[in-house]
């Protein structure tokens, strides 16, 4: 989310005053620029800005926000076509969506739990709801890591496995990419069959020059 560089009106979709990640946000701002947080969430206890009921619209202006940001919450929404047409709606033409969403990640229920997308789904998902300029990114850790997300992990001494799990992710990825830290492939490839999530960033389509005239 630094990388993101926030400015302008943003809404947090499924945050609220009592996000982990709260005190964060300035440092997520662009350099020099500041940020006016908002936020909308079904559980009041997160002290969202504003308290929904499932399913509901935003009660937002049109066009009213520069960027949308929802981390870890889409996979809790079953009306998803809805609630993109809704970004989509409140965001400025050219405005910003960035989403986390999991994939290999174990069923949580918060109230409920839905859908787990892959990056098809994704971009035909925010193509039809109006977006454009999607990319899509797999937040993979190694093999050993995502093997413990995904069962759960049962058993005991899990901190030390966790940490003996990272320890073999290290070695494996050190050997496997010989020093490179970025690696770009395609989604079939082996090392992004089963990222632990996804990162997604999308523009809402600025209007048409006729139209902004």
């Not at 909308?40 to 619209?57: C, E, H, K, S």
């Not at 787990?116 to 035909?124: D, E, Q, Y």
């Not at 890591?145 to 030390?160: H, I, N």
Request: net charge negative; aromatic share 12%; with cysteine.
């Amino acid at each position: 989310m630094r990388r993101c560089a926030l400015s302008g009106r943003v809404l947090d979709f499924g945050g609220g005053e009592s996000a982990r990640y709260r005190e964060d946000i300035t440092s997520w701002a662009a350099p020099g620029d500041m940020v006016e947080y908002q936020s909308a969430n079904i559980d009041p206890a997160m002290r969202p800005t504003y308290v929904l009921r499932a399913g509901q619209a935003l009660p937002l202006e049109s066009g009213s926000f520069d960027g949308v940001m929802s981390l870890s919450t889409l996979e809790h929404v079953y009306e998803l076509d809805e609630t993109l047409s809704e970004f989509g709606r409140v965001l400025k033409p050219g405005g910003r969506l960035m989403v986390f969403v999991p994939f290999m990640y174990c069923v949580h229920g918060h109230p409920d739990d839905y859908h787990r997308g892959t990056p098809s789904f994704w971009r035909r998902k925010l193509d039809e709801a109006g977006f454009g300029d999607v990319a899509v990114e797999a937040l993979a850790w190694g093999p050993f890591s995502t093997g413990q997300e995904v069962s759960g992990l049962p058993g005991p001494f899990k901190a030390v496995r966790r940490h003996a799990g990272l320890l073999l992710d290290i070695l494996w990825c050190a050997y496997r990419y010989r020093g490179r830290t970025d690696v770009v492939g395609r989604q079939d490839d082996p090392f992004l069959t089963a990222p632990l999530g996804y990162f997604i960033e999308a523009r809402k389509a600025a209007a048409p020059a006729s139209a902004a005239a």
